[in-house]
């Protein structure tokens, strides 16, 4: 398993947010749950460009298309122009969900202290597969193939690549003393964007290491 410090390239602060969720990318936009609220914001400007009045508690996941959004006991699918819900699922853990990504035509949804990843079907909310970790989950995020979440257990987080056959970690980025992860979520590139969950108002842009790359 490889080990390193995180290296934190940027943080965004924002007035009146008490705290932060889920964090997803639509390839423009980073957008987070902050309690009553989806905002959305520049990542090269630190610009909030949107504001949807919605529930948001938990993981946050953008298909391509449409956001989905993790709302106490379930998963609601919104359009981002009008902020229209336009259905809903159950959630796999009825309300102690955590981190939520999208990948495969799937949703995959951290279970915080069952210490689980489950692939659901979007459609339905039906469990497909469950993948086992040996820390608390919070933020999901794939990319380049790669599963990455994020950790938070006795005051301490890390970013963690994991197997997605087996849950073996791979790869484990070590946040500093005192910073947490709660979502999280690639560009596609260099950057990992992570939440802070309700320790301050930040999202955090975190280095992706090179090597990982494919």
């Known amino acids: 398993m490889k080990k390193s410090e995180a290296e934190i390239i940027r943080e965004y602060a924002f007035e009146g947010v008490e705290s932060v969720g889920g964090v997803s990318f639509d ?38 298309k449409h956001l989905y959004q993790i709302a106490e006991d379930r998963i609601l699918k919104i359009e981002p122009d009008s902020g229209r819900v336009v259905s809903t699922i159950p959630a796999p853990g009825g309300g102690r969900d955590s981190g939520m990504a999208w990948a495969e035509g ?16 979007p459609e339905t909310g039906k469990i497909l597969r469950t993948i086992e970790s040996n820390r608390f989950v919070t933020g999901v995020s794939w990319v380049d193939g790669e599963l990455w979440h994020g950790t938070w257990e006795e005051n301490h987080s890390d970013v963690r690549r994991i197997d997605p056959q087996t849950g073996e970690v791979i790869e484990r980025l070590e946040m500093p003393q005192g910073v947490f992860v709660s979502g999280l979520e690639s560009d596609g590139q260099d950057r990992f964007f992570c939440g802070s969950g309700s320790t301050n108002n930040k999202v955090r842009a975190i280095r992706r290491p090179k090597r990982d790359r494919k």
Do not use: M, N
């Open 27 to 64: 390839g423009e936009q980073v957008w987070f749950a902050a309690g009553g609220r989806l905002i959305a914001f520049d990542p090269d400007t630190g610009k909030t460009t949107r504001i949807l009045d919605i529930a948001a508690h938990a993981g946050t996941a953008f298909d391509g």
């Open 106 to 121: 799937s949703l995959w949804v951290g279970q915080y202290r069952d210490r689980t990843i489950h692939q659901i079907d």
